[in-house]
């Protein structure tokens, strides 16, 4: 499976992005997906994680609230809605699939995407 991140940019404190992961393959549906992201000079951390049909959802404490994520399995597409931005949430955004592991824990995910980059100046 392959996976393309997009939707990053530049973006004033207080508004909102939309990112988006195309996934390739038949098999997207039967994949957990997940959000991480890396800041510069930090550790790639977890974001937010959804399961195969988009009926549970996970966060990070720090963006409960207020970013979203969703999936369309007919369309093989992975979204992060992420509103009220600060600048701490700057970092590259990554999409990744797994079929087993922990939620949270990077090394469960098989599959990553290129990475797209979200910068929220003050």
């Known amino acids: 499976v392959q996976l393309q991140a997009s939707g990053g940019g530049l973006v004033q404190a207080g508004g909102s992005l939309r990112l988006s992961c195309a996934v390739s393959?038949?098999?997207?549906?039967?994949?957990?997906m997940g959000w991480f992201r890396q800041a510069p000079g930090k550790e790639r951390e977890f974001v937010a994680a959804?399961?195969?049909?988009?009926?549970?959802?996970f966060y990070v404490d720090s963006v409960k609230g207020l970013f979203t994520i969703s999936r369309d399995n007919a369309k093989n597409t992975l979204y992060l809605q992420m509103n009220s931005l600060k600048p701490e949430d700057t970092a590259i955004y990554y999409c990744?699939?797994?079929?087993?592991?922990?939620?949270?824990?990077?090394?469960?995910?098989?599959?990553w995407g290129q990475g797209t980059q979200v910068t929220v100046s003050s």
């Open positions: 393959g038949r098999t997207f549906s039967s994949y957990r």
């Open positions: 990744a699939a797994r079929t087993t592991g922990i939620y949270y824990l990077a090394p469960s995910y098989d599959n």
């Open positions: 959804i399961d195969p049909s988009g009926g549970r959802t």
